[in-house]
């Protein structure tokens, strides 16, 4: 049933099952009948007990786009319910915030990308990844399959601590196939310190263990 402009618009009608849909306040706030705005002065709840769809066919669906600074609450109830944004199919899920925090219980958080890079990036702050266990795997067959590389500056270190482990291997470096290479710029020291350095030679062969100089006559060797 049409109504003036900016006078309420009201309808009821039967469904073929009997069922009653009711439709209130849709304002008719252009001219003709291209333009409805439902609207309340105070609280206005929409429930339904099927489906409740929201579509729009020719422009965008907004929510919350107004300049009022109240919170927008999606799927806040104890219900255990599954909350999906986007699709396979989607271009972008572009989320804009002061701050964005994910929590997760015991099923934990997973970020999967078929075929692109995730990328984790602090303009002026840190990245911190703290966990029970924290594991970087590679699946990739490739060369530098896992990078841990600084390039600001000179003054650049990499550090890795062990602060509260005590056994012999608190800090391990295995390479199950294939060697280990340690290298330092010509005029930097490699200094390895410990109560016992150790050097074990796994391979039955000459020149086991081998300490050797070889870039110029003055190089000398010592063991003190």
Known sequence: MPGADGQPLMAM????????HLEINAFVTGSGMN???????????????DRLELNASN????????ADA???????????????????????????ALAIELDSGPGGIELNSSGGD???????????????????????DT????????????????????????????????SAAGGID?????TKDVNIAGGQIVLNSKD???QAISLRTNVGMSQGLRIT
């Open 118 to 140: 995730v990328d984790i990036a602090s303009g002026g702050g840190n990245v911190k990844l703290t966990g029970n266990q924290v594991r970087l795997t590679s699946q990739g």
């Open 143 to 174: 060369a530098d399959a896992i990078s841990l590389r600084t390039s600001g500056g000179a003054s650049e270190t990499i550090s890795l601590t062990n602060t509260m482990g005590t056994g012999e291997d608190a800090i391990s470096i295995t």
């Open 204 to 206: 039955n062969s000459a």
């Open 182 to 186: 340690i290298d330092a710029g010509a």
């Open 13 to 20: 009608y039967r469904s073929a099952w009997g069922a009653q």
């Open 59 to 66: 422009g965008p669906i907004n929510i919350g786009n107004d």
């Open 70 to 96: 109240q919170n927008i609450n999606v799927g806040t109830s104890a219900s255990a319910r599954v909350i999906t944004i986007g699709n396979d199919a989607s271009t972008k899920a572009d989320i804009n």
């Open 35 to 49: 333009t409805r705005r439902l609207a309340s002065e105070d609280r206005l709840d929409i429930d339904s007990a």
